[in-house]
């Protein structure tokens, strides 16, 4: 494994303007920021297909908006519901179920297929869209994390392109475009170091969910501020940017960066450090992704670095955080061991968000499955899906 994931449309390859988009996950934060973008530049996008989850009267309105021919739900009761909140004479193609997900994500007409559906559910629409050589603009960091290797074979054999969305991730790419990763010495990935960076243990032992939703610098998901608040977002994109690029995990580093202002970092053979500065905005990522190669206007106000004054970092407390540590550790042992890491972080973050176990419970949780874990063969959809659900099954048993 060596190299970018796929390969890197010029201006003369990529899909012309206006694109034709694929919303997978329309309803959430990623989704929100990327309709806004479509907003912003009407004569660049079209919105061809909409997918949410249970948000019916959120896909409701947004289908209404942008009025596209295909939308998707989780259930077969979510269609019924839908039909009766669209307005009147707008009737799109409507499916259900997972396999929905994956219509959408892979037909012929979609030129840009965003894959922004949380957690483990974005695996089989993101391999699928690959498998059809879309242009993926890839925010669901889970299908790598699971399935990095399925992936990369995909784009190879299809020649698909996977634009990262991730503020860190598109940060790299961005550092690292027109260069060898040969002479990479090492990829350093920022950390706001979430809600509780500067707080003792005897003060995160007690932390509600209220405290750890409450980021102080991105506006995230439920399942995404948890993450970022237990280091566990760093982990999986720690994960991802290995499969991302091609390197090992002991070229990936870690430091927190309380002003989330340097998005991510890298360091070249010859010393050299190339960071990319923007506000913590996730429409800046997205826009990159959504007109690459070229670079679309946004009406953001500028960053004012002299306002700034200084710019801080440290090294993450992974004692106190130790889901870093233990992501780590699952991408050194393999053998399934990263789709363990995920299934049981996803279920030890609803249980947390219910109320049902503390905050420091949740690395507890994962690192119980980590260790319950024998390696495994995992390099299919099946396999992975399979281990995946046996995962969260052992995880709830053992909290019920």
């Known amino acids: 494994m060596h190299g970018y994931i796929s390969k890197l449309p010029h201006l003369t390859d990529a899909p012309s303007f206006p694109r034709r988009l694929c919303v997978l996950g329309a309803t ?33 309105e947004l289908a209404a908006r942008y009025r596209p021919k295909y939308l998707a739900v989780l259930h077969e009761d979510g269609i019924k519901e839908l039909l009766t909140l669209l307005p009147p004479g707008y009737r799109p193609f409507i499916a259900a179920g997972e396999s929905a ?3 959408l994500a892979t037909l012929p007409e979609a030129d840009v297929v965003v894959s922004a ?10 391999l699928a869209a690959a498998r059809a050589s879309k242009m993926i603009a890839l925010a669901n960091k889970e299908s790598l994390v699971l399935a990095g290797d399925l992936i990369r074979y995909a784009c190879a054999e299809t020649d698909a392109v996977i634009l990262p969305v991730d503020s860190e991730h598109n940060a790299l790419f961005q550092a690292l475009s027109g260069h060898d990763t040969a002479y990479v010495s090492e990829l350093i990935l920022t950390a706001s170091g979430g809600p509780f960076r500067d707080k003792d243990a005897g003060f995160i032992a007690a932390v509600t969910p209220a405290q750890a939703l409450a980021h102080p610098n991105w506006s995230m998901g ?28 002991d070229k990936v580093a870690v430091v927190v960066h309380p002003q989330s202002i340097v998005h991510s970092l890298v360091r070249y053979a010859d010393g050299s450090l190339l ?91 994962v690192e119980a499955a980590l260790c319950a874990h024998e390696p495994c063969q995992a390099d299919d959809l099946e396999s992975i899906l399979a281990l995946d659900r046996e995962t969260r099954d052992r995880v709830r048993m053992g909290q019920g």
């Open 222 to 249: 439920a399942k995404i501020s948890i993450d970022s608040a237990t280091l566990m977002n760093k982990g999986l994109e720690v994960i991802e940017a290995c499969h991302l690029y091609g390197l090992p995990a």
């Open 28 to 60: 959430g934060s990623i989704g929100a920021s990327t309709l806004d973008i479509v907003s912003s530049h009407p004569e660049q996008f079209s919105v061809l297909a909409l997918a949410g989850a249970n948000n019916v009267k959120k896909l409701a």
């Open 275 to 365: 960071a990319h500065l923007g506000p913590p905005d996730m429409r800046v990522a997205i826009s990159y992704c959504l007109g690459y190669p070229l670079r679309l206007p946004l009406n953001l106000a500028p960053l004012d670095i002299v306002a700034l004054g200084k710019l801080t970092f440290e090294a993450p407390r992974e004692d106190d955080f130790p889901c870093l540590g233990l992501a780590r550790q699952a991408f050194q042992t393999g053998g399934g061991a990263t789709v363990v890491l995920n299934a049981a972080n996803e279920v030890a973050v609803e249980l947390f968000l219910a109320e049902r176990i503390g905050f420091t419970d949740i690395a507890r949780i």
């Open 117 to 126: 559906i949380v957690g483990a559910a974005g695996l089989a629409p993101t």
């Open 101 to 103: 997900y994956v219509a």
